[in-house]
């Protein structure tokens, strides 16, 4: 053999071998029948990650499943009641003033091992004070990775509610907060309230690779990360550890490629075995197919429309009002989720103990016109709306409904300006809230506490790192939910928020539009997944039938 032969061939045989799995490369092809369907399953449709911790979004795949299968948290959500029960911490203790949380921690919990990471203890105590001190002490050296940005936790202003968090023993951690909080146990029940291994931290510290942490997550979850390639796959395989119960599938691989044909053609061609999130006008199609089951479950999300309070004038409450009363909700439930959906009077939806029932939505473009007319701008005025181009379980079309707002609205005299974002984050809206009007946008309940809605979106504090880009603040309404989450007395709590809502339909910072429908198909094979209110959704109990 010729020294060029022998050349070539030894570059072809480095070729066809697998990269270290370090570099979450995988040779198998994850794709094949022998690799996935004897061993796990394959889910599709969804987007890319931009990273593996959740506490760095504000949403998207790795806070909506990743984060399910990878991490564990300190509680979780009953999926009936929504209410947290115990998951890393097996009990707790409050004291008198409300303000210090004890928490007494599960035992022989193992952390997963990995290509980058071997653990050599149990998880304890120190885990939890380094998860939550990362959020909120900026002279953690993991704070300012990449950026500062902890987008969910940031808009609660958890930084200044969460005074310290103390280990007491290896099995006792205690919480201090700035103030009586009794939907802090759903804080923590949160899918970004995860636990990460002070450990792995330690050696990545070492390392001088701290960045890893984001990037390639050592958790508790059930599933660990074995294998990413961008805009191709990730692939997932089960922790053999894991505290609770063994995973019954070994591997579960997230489809994230645009190869071939859409993700509804891989559903039926039975490339990929769960579709998520499929499009409202999909659904007839896989109803029909007997090889699937369509799934759905009302979700606990809201799209809405934000109003800048600040601005010249979408200052004056008329006008405000007045496009409140021209925009056709019945007509975006029929358009845009094909009659799935369900209209929105209320920022909280129908499902929460805390949602006032008389709340009526209105449509009466006549008196919008009128409104128009005695602010002083009976021949309108022109705006502009900024709206994202991804569909999320809260609106399934937002560029769709972006242009029947605009319709509705030229109606009474208002020209619209629709901004089309791809991605719409908070950060870009606050860097150009100067220049914004309106944005078309929603939310997603974290857990099953009116607070998540309330506060994230409206209160004052909100308006400098949380979500509201309504720029709104009223004093009166910020006591009340520093009231209602003071007492545990629910029936209390509820009158307060039923004050709150009412403050919201008099002052109209935002409009509520819609809550949107979770669904999901899969193969008639897999058993076990169930979806909630939430959108979230563990793997742990799937299984395939033969």
Not at 84 to 92: G, R
Not at 248 to 266: C, F, N, P, W
Not at 348 to 370: C, F, H, T, V
Not at 398 to 412: F, H
């Amino acid at each position: 053999m010729s020294l060029h032969q022998n050349a070539i061939k030894k570059i072809h045989r480095f070729i066809v071998t697998c990269l270290p799995l370090f570099l979450l490369v995988g040779c198998e092809d994850p794709f094949s029948e022998n690799t996935i369907r004897n061993k796990g399953f394959i889910y599709c449709g969804l987007g890319q990650p931009q990273t593996f911790n959740p506490q760095k979004t504000d949403g998207g795949l790795t806070a909506d499943t990743l984060s399910r299968q990878i991490f564990d948290r300190l509680f979780k959500l009953d999926p009936l009641n929504f209410k947290p029960v115990p998951m890393l911490a097996e009990s707790w203790t409050v004291s008198p003033d409300g303000k210090t949380y004890t928490f007494h921690l599960r035992n022989n919990v193992k952390f997963q091992k990995t290509a980058w990471f071997s653990p050599g203890r149990p998880f304890n105590a120190s885990d939890v004070v380094f998860s939550f001190e990362r959020l909120i002490k900026p002279a953690n050296p993991f704070h300012h990775i990449e950026n500062n940005h902890y987008p969910w936790f940031d808009s609660m202003d958890f930084a200044n509610h969460l005074v310290s968090v103390v280990a007491l023993s290896p099995d006792t951690v205690q919480f201090t907060l700035s103030r009586p909080d009794v939907s802090f146990i759903s804080t923590l029940a949160s899918s970004y309230a995860v636990i990460h291994s002070k450990e792995y931290a330690d050696n990545l510290l070492i390392s001088g690779n701290l960045k890893d942490i984001d990037h390639l997550p050592v958790g508790t979850g059930a599933f660990y990360l074995d294998e990413y390639k961008q805009n191709r796959f990730i692939r997932l395989k089960r922790h053999p550890e894991y505290w609770h119960k063994t995973a019954h599938m070994e591997q579960v691989v997230y489809d994230i490629s645009h190869r071939g044909t859409g993700a509804l053609s891989k559903l039926i061609t039975h490339e990929c075995d769960v579709l998520a999130s499929p499009s409202t006008n999909q659904l007839p199609l896989i109803a029909k197919n007997p090889d699937f089951i369509l799934s759905s479950q009302m979700g606990m999300n809201l799209a809405y429309l934000a109003l800048n309070t600040q601005h010249p004038i979408l200052s004056q409450l008329d006008i405000r009002q007045a496009i409140s009363l021209a925009i056709n909700r019945d007509a975006l439930i029929q358009s845009v989720y094909y009659g799935t959906g369900r209209t929105a009077s209320s920022i909280l939806p129908p499902m929460s103990w805390a949602y006032d029932e008389s709340s009526k939505a209105q449509y009466n473009p006549q008196l919008a016109i009128n409104l128009m007319a005695k602010a002083g701008y009976r021949h309108g005025f022109s705006i502009n709306l900024l709206v994202s181009s991804e569909a999320r379980p809260y609106n399934p079309s937002p560029q769709k409904t972006a242009e029947l707002i605009r319709s509705d609205l030229e109606d009474i005299g208002i020209q619209v300006t629709v901004i089309k974002k791809e991605n719409l984050s908070v950060k870009d809206i606050q860097r150009e809230m100067d220049q914004i009007d309106m944005v078309l946008t929603g939310w997603i309940a974290d857990n099953g506490d009116p607070d998540n809605f309330l506060r994230p979106h409206l209160s004052c504090n909100a308006q400098i790192k949380g979500w509201n880009i309504s720029n709104w603040c009223n004093a009166d309404f910020d006591r009340i939910l520093s009231e209602a989450i003071a007492t545990e007395k629910r029936e209390i709590r509820r009158e307060l928020y039923l004050e709150a809502q009412a403050i919201l339909r008099d002052r109209i910072p935002i409009i509520p539009l819609a809550h949107g429908v979770y669904y999901q198909a899969q193969n008639t094979s897999l058993k076990g997944i169930r979806l909630n209110a939430f959108g979230d959704k563990a793997f742990v109990d799937v299984s395939r039938s033969r």
